[in-house]
């Protein structure tokens, strides 16, 4: 049987008044870790862009 996945993007935004991205892009992964949710893949077009988030989760 072929396994089903359902897809998720989240995308972060630069903040140069809060916590560092690195730190904001783990607090994230951890929080949706525990939901079920693998990451995929990673995107960020410029330093300044926001960085997105691809995850999967079996059905």
């Not at 897809?7 to 916590?19: D, I, S």
């Not at 690195?22 to 330093?47: H, N, Y």
């Amino acid at each position: 049987m072929n396994k089903q996945w359902t897809y998720e993007v989240v995308e972060l935004t630069p903040n140069m008044m809060g916590p560092p991205m690195s730190e904001r892009i783990r607090e994230e992964l951890d929080r949706l870790g525990r939901l079920g949710w693998e990451l995929v893949s990673t995107a960020q077009l410029t330093p300044f862009d926001h960085v997105r988030l691809v995850l999967k989760k079996e059905l």
